[in-house]
């Protein structure tokens, strides 16, 4: 990742962290009071939902959303944008708007859920949750530099031939060489019923692969950036291994996940329109 | 999930509508209070709140005053906040209830609002049936202060009663009522005049209907009539004990009319404290000391001074001749005429008692070392003088050695025994006087008879008749005889003068003829 591109990500991020500290900050004496007392207090009539400010977090979360899917549905699915940046990147976008304008429109609610409308607010909800998922599951597969998903073959063969750089870049005693390019093969897993428990055996095997590989490098008295980058090679190899193991289950679920995603995006749409109808025939078009 | 986080099914409400509300929940409802395009407009609000809507029509009440009118209901009134939301809210402490047309000051500003803003006090019968409301209040008093006066006063009860208590009645001003109070009225609880009693089982205080015209409403007159039933011609509102007029007051209605020098005496000599105070009037000594100290005390008790002294004057005295004849010293003669002061006032202070009924207690005796005291024993001058006339002299002077016969006896004492001296000034003389003639009388001739040095006039001078008769010419020198006896005394006793004083020549040395012929 560049450092442009992580300039970029840390700014989306902070704007999305920052907006919601600043709301929470001005807001909480207001949002934190029961229904019946907030109408007295002095903030309501910016921070009600059809408040100067409320409605207009409403109103710009929604577009936000609305711009943030409709962006990323055409940039996947048109020819014509696709030469216009990367899809990776278009996602991550996608997920600044998807992740800023919840926010915005839970500021909006007031934290306040009832209704026809705190249909379309939980399906927003269920929707961004399941992204959050759906990204998890995104980057447990592999994929191109455009975001093509790799075939099995073409992971495994990312893979990097860690015998022949150990032996040519590094002079390691054959105890630890023999050490470290074991920790990067593949295990066959025991059946365990328990996924969690799984997991978690898995994970504490991988940190203990890792400490051995640690203390094998450094007996053998290399530079600390040598060290840290066999280690390195190591790490990348047990990850490799590691979605190489799960690439069916995660392709498997990932769509499904669209299944789940996608029709709660519709549904938070459909209501949203009936909100905002309701709002506008009934004479609340905040600055308009 | 839907259902599970949606109760209602296409509740498009924001918010559960307030208690007062609910009624109106529902979706075909929303237009009840909802303008579409126009959000909630107060047309819609006083579509239904009609009892605001009059007032506001009537420009009355808080909806009416600078502070709402403009505003949206919706700015004070909201909804959708829940069941339980209040609807109308503020803060009861800094609310400015004189919007409402009615200030809270005095004792309305310490009430809390419930205390007035019940049903009781709600007279329409709409609003009366609200679980709660602020309207309905009318700002008269008696809707809900009780009517103490029990309708006996029709006028608004903030003419006299102000807002801080009931009591007093601070704005009542009792001098435009139909009896205003003055002078000492004005001290009187009112309690004295208005009677608190208990009418319709209440505790009620009568301020209408009293009489006031006579005094005699209230007062009980102490002089029982005796001065009639105008009591103001005497007394004031001032007081009672102030008499007004007082120079107009007849005092011969009472019992002790003033006469002669009462009638210059200022009331207050007498009258002390007040005047309507009674006075002991029975005795001088009521009012007057005894300026005589009780001189006059018999077994203790002063007789009034009236037996002496009236009301024309304390200087003079009705006290008689006659009664002073009947005391220890009667006066008869000059004493009749000697003024009181004479003798009963021979020092500062007047005197009755113990001032001696001798002549020397008060006459001073002008003889002392001139008469021996043998013939005046004691002092007693009534030996020779009487009171009648002082110049009266009835001494016997034969008890001295030279007793007065003939003209001597028409003579006055101060003849003989009283000389002028050189100064002029008369000097007594008892004493010692010589029994001869010259002593007293002159010698005419000039010392010519005088023998040894003393001339006897008696020789030839009788003391009875002065005219000689028993000289005897011819046992001079020079007998009368013949022609002699005819001729004239004065023919041959000539009248000279020598060293200035003419006198008779009778021892005539030269007794030849030639010397007369």
Not at chain 2, 142 to 169: S, V
Not at chain 2, 192 to 204: E, G, Q, Y
Not at chain 2, 446 to 458: H, K, P, S, W, Y
Not at chain 2, 485 to 513: F, G, M, P, S
Request: hydrophobic share 35%.
């Amino acid at each position: 990742m560049s450092y442009t591109h992580k300039l970029y990500i840390f700014a989306l991020s902070a704007i999305v962290l920052v907006t919601f500290a600043l709301l929470c900050y001005y807001g909480y004496s207001y949002y934190r009071l029961p229904l019946e007392e907030r109408f007295f207090h002095q903030g309501h009539t910016l921070l009600k939902p059809g408040g100067g400010w409320g409605h207009g977090f409403g109103i710009i979360g929604s577009l936000s959303m609305i711009l943030g899917i409709v962006l990323y549905m055409v940039r996947k699915r048109s020819r014509f944008l696709g030469r216009f940046g990367l899809l990776k990147h278009w996602l991550e976008f996608h997920i600044f708007l998807c992740t800023l304008g919840p926010v915005l429109v839970l500021f909006h609610t007031s934290f306040k859920f009832g209704g026809l409308v705190a249909v379309s607010f939980w399906s927003m909800v269920a929707v961004f949750l399941s992204g959050v998922i759906g990204r998890f599951i995104y980057i447990q597969i592999p994929r191109t530099i455009e975001g093509r998903e790799l075939s099995l073959n073409e992971v495994r063969d990312l893979k990097s031939n860690i015998g022949t750089i150990l032996s040519e870049s590094y002079k390691l005693d054959e105890e630890s060489y023999n050490l470290i390019l074991d920790s990067t093969k593949r295990k066959v897993e025991l059946y365990e019923k328990n996924v969690f428990l799984k997991f978690t055996r898995k994970y504490f095997n991988e940190r203990k692969t890792i400490s051995s590989v640690k203390a094998a490098v450094k007996k053998n008295n290399l530079s600390r950036a040598d060290r840290k980058e066999v280690v390195n090679l190591v790490k990348h190899d047990i990850t490799l291994n590691r979605r190489i193991d799960r690439l069916v289950t995660m392709q498997n679920l990932f769509k499904y996940w669209h299944v789940a995603h996608l029709p709660f995006a519709i549904v938070m749409l459909i209501i949203m329109v009936i909100h905002v109808g309701v709002t506008i025939v009934l004479g609340y078009r905040w600055i308009f | 999930m839907l259902f599970s986080t949606v109760p209602v099914i296409a509740q498009i409400s924001p918010g559960q509508l307030a208690s007062v509300h609910s009624h109106l929940e529902g979706i075909s409802n929303c237009t009840h209070c909802h303008t579409l395009g126009d959000k909630v407009t107060n047309d819609k609000c006083l579509s239904c709140h009609t009892e605001i809507k009059a007032r506001l029509d009537l420009h009355k009440g808080y909806h009416a005053s600078s502070e709402v009118k403009g505003k949206n209901c919706t700015s004070c009134h909201s909804d959708h906040h829940g069941l339980t939301f209040q609807i109308i809210r503020f803060d009861k402490e800094k609310f400015n209830h004189t919007l409402t047309g009615f200030t809270l000051s005095g004792a309305h500003s310490k009430k809390v609002c419930k205390d007035c803003h019940k049903a009781e006090f709600i007279a329409n019968g709409k609003l009366k049936s609200k679980k709660f409301t602020y309207l309905g209040l009318n700002t008269n008093c008696l809707p809900c202060h009780t009517d103490y006066h029990q309708k006996t006063i029709t006028a608004p009860c903030l003419n006299c009663h102000g807002d801080a208590a009931f009591k007093p009645a601070p704005k009542f001003n009792h001098a435009s009522a139909k009896f205003p109070l003055q002078g000492m009225h004005q001290t009187v609880p009112c309690v004295k005049c208005h009677p608190v009693t208990m009418t319709n089982t209440i505790k009620f205080q009568q301020f209408s209907g009293i009489l006031y015209k006579q005094c005699s409403n209230c007062h009980t007159d102490p002089h029982h009539g005796q001065f009639g039933p105008n009591c103001m011609s005497c007394h004031s509102e001032a007081s009672f004990h102030t008499v007004k007029g007082i120079s107009n007051f007849d005092h011969f209605k009472t019992k002790y009319p003033l006469e002669n020098k009462h009638q210059g005496v200022p009331c207050k000599s007498c009258h002390k404290t007040n005047v309507t105070d009674p006075v002991k009037h029975s005795r001088c000594f009521d009012c007057h000391s005894d300026y005589h100290y009780g001189q006059f005390a018999k077994q203790g008790v002063i007789p009034d001074c009236s037996g002496c002294h009236s009301t024309k004057g304390f200087t003079g005295t009705s006290f008689t001749i006659e009664q002073h004849n009947s005391a220890n010293f009667k006066l008869d003669g000059a004493h009749l005429a000697t003024p009181c002061f004479a003798c009963h006032k021979k020092q500062e202070k007047w005197s009755f008692r113990q001032i001696g009924i001798r002549c020397a207690d008060c006459h001073k005796d002008i003889h002392e070392g001139f008469i021996n005291k043998k013939y005046y024993p004691d002092n007693n001058c009534s030996i020779c003088h009487n009171p009648s006339h002082w110049g009266e002299v009835s001494f016997d002077h034969s008890l001295t050695q030279f007793a007065i016969t003939g003209p001597h006896a028409t003579l006055s004492c101060r003849a003989c025994h009283f000389k002028k001296d050189s100064t002029g000034v008369d000097q007594q003389q008892f004493a010692d006087m010589s029994a001869n003639c010259s002593n007293c009388h002159k010698d005419n001739h000039n010392r010519q008879f005088e023998t040894n040095g003393i001339t006897d006039c008696l020789r030839c001078h009788n003391a009875s008749l002065w005219k000689i008769t028993t000289f005897d010419h011819n046992k001079t020198t020079f007998k009368l005889d013949g022609k002699h006896q005819n001729v004239a005394c004065a023919k041959c006793h000539k009248t000279v003068t020598e060293q200035n004083i003419t006198y008779v020549l009778y021892k005539i040395k030269d007794t030849r003829c030639e010397s007369c012929h």
